[in-house]
T-cell receptor
Framework: KAGVTQTPRYLIKTRGQQVTLSCSPI?????VSWYQQTPGQGLQFLFE???????NKGNFPGRFSGRQFSNSRSEMNVSTLELGDSALYLC????????????FGEGSWLTVV | SQQGEEDPQALSIQEGENATMNCSYK?????LQWYRQNSGRGLVHLIL?????REKHSGRLRVTLDTSKKSSSLLITASRAADTASYFC??????????FGRGTSLIVHP
């Protein structure tokens, strides 16, 4: 079974631009969550989606948004990029009845210059 | 904000030695999990221990949980160079979304 797939793996953006990251969960997984990882803050929860609805949201500004499609694929968007948004963005998926255990993708490395 | 805090932040050992990492947390939990992350990669789930369990084994991994002290430990026996990675504990509360600590960076020298 294929794992969680994230695209793109690496990208460089300029301050003020926006970026969209994509995540395809493990087949059969309907819950998708996103995390931001930086050296200073560690792993920070961004949001979780289930059945195309945002179920939980972390403490991030409104510039960070996401959505989930009917096939459980998810995207997250960051608008008006700031230097501090440079991070590894990780997507994870889980089964509906096993939300405690999440399976991560390889992540998308975003560098804002 | 982090729920779990791993200790030590960094650990350097020789191949064949045991590695012990600790995790402390602040509130009640449903369960606690340990994940491994190789440099620049995603996290890999290692083991889950429920709040009513005290010890769990998986291969060379041994996890203990002391809910009275709000702490857990991960022991890796007979470490190998391939165990070099960062190790994170993650706790889950009612929302079921795991909350991660900052991790312990383990280096195993061949």
């Amino acid at each position: 079974k294929a794992g969680v797939t994230q695209t793109p793996r690496y990208l460089i953006k300029t301050r003020g631009q926006q970026v969209t990251l994509s995540c395809s969960p493990i087949s059969g997984h309907r819950s998708v969550s996103w995390y931001q990882q930086t050296p200073g803050q560690g792993l920070q929860f961004l949001f979780e989606y289930f059945s195309e609805t945002q179920r939980n949201k972390g403490n991030f500004p409104g510039r960070f948004s996401g959505r989930q499609f009917s096939n459980s694929r998810s995207e997250m968007n960051v608008s008006t990029l700031e230097l501090g948004d440079s991070a590894l963005y990780l997507c994870a998926s889980s089964l509906v009845g096993e939300r405690n255990t999440i399976y991560f993708g390889e992540g998308s490395w975003l560098t804002v210059v | 904000s982090q729920q779990g805090e791993e200790d030590p932040q960094a650990l350097s050992i020789q191949e064949g030695e045991n590695a012990t990492m600790n995790c402390s947390y602040k509130t009640s939990i449903n369960n606690l999990q340990w994940y491994r992350q190789n440099s620049g990669r995603g996290l890999v789930h290692l083991i889950l221990i429920r709040s009513n369990e005290r010890e769990k084994h998986s291969g060379r991994l041994r996890v203990t949980l002391d809910t009275s002290k709000k702490s857990s430990s991960l022991l890796i026996t007979a470490s190998r160079a391939a165990d070099t990675a960062s190790y994170f504990c993650a706790t889950t509360l009612g929302s079921y979304i795991p909350t991660f600590g900052r991790g312990t960076s383990l280096i195993v020298h061949p």
